[in-house]
């Protein structure tokens, strides 16, 4: 008797490891596999407190749960209001440059053709181009120019002033056709 229940037992375990083996293999012929680990990788900073979240439900994280969203709302505020400020600034430093260059200069039609297009924000770079900073133009961390002969200026290095060195520095998604390699 003894033999027969093992014997079964062990039928069972095999079955089980058959089955187990068999969801494997569809699942590394479909990718599955390195697609849950990367997508586990990827959202493990989130899942976790998440579960720990879920596995210890109480009181206490009900109380820090309304916490959260009125700390939450009130950052939201602030940033709401950080954010208009420097809406603000942003305008007051716009007029004060646009009072800058009100004055005429003589400028090379070549040059007023390729700024004019980069005046649109939406394709603008606000990011990574040209910035106004309280000491002139910068290009990240550098002082940026443009000479009569419509030549860029960067830190006191010379560059020939082409379209297509005009759209990577000006535009946010630079269009492929007007720069080479």
């Known amino acids: 008797m003894t033999n027969v229940r093992e014997r079964e037992k062990i039928a069972r375990e095999i079955e089980k490891t058959s089955e187990s083996i068999r969801k494997k293999h569809r699942a590394l012929k479909t990718g599955r596999i390195e697609e849950d680990m990367a997508l586990n990788k990827h959202f493990k900073p989130l899942i976790e407190p998440l579960q720990l979240f879920v596995d210890n439900p109480g009181k206490r994280a009900t109380k820090r749960e309304s916490r959260d969203e009125d700390a939450a ?5 602030v940033k709401k209001k950080e954010e ?3 809406e603000e600034k942003e305008g007051e430093e716009a007029s004060e ?7 005429p200069r003589k400028f090379d039609d070549r040059s007023h053709d ?3 297009p980069m005046g649109d924000k939406r394709k603008s770079d606000y990011v990574y181009g040209v910035y106004l900073h309280r000491d002139g133009l ?5 002082r940026f120019n443009v000479d ?4 860029i200026i960067i830190d006191d290095v010379r560059y020939a002033g082409t379209p297509g060195l005009y759209e990577l520095i000006f535009k946010r998604i630079p269009d492929d056709a007007l720069y080479t390699e």
């Open 73 to 77: 709302s009130a950052l939201k505020r």
């Open 84 to 86: 208009e400020k420097e």
């Open 97 to 103: 440059t646009f009072e800058c260059f009100a004055t």
């Open 114 to 116: 390729r700024v004019q």
């Open 138 to 142: 910068m290009f990240g961390n550098k």
């Open 148 to 151: 009569d002969a419509d030549d």
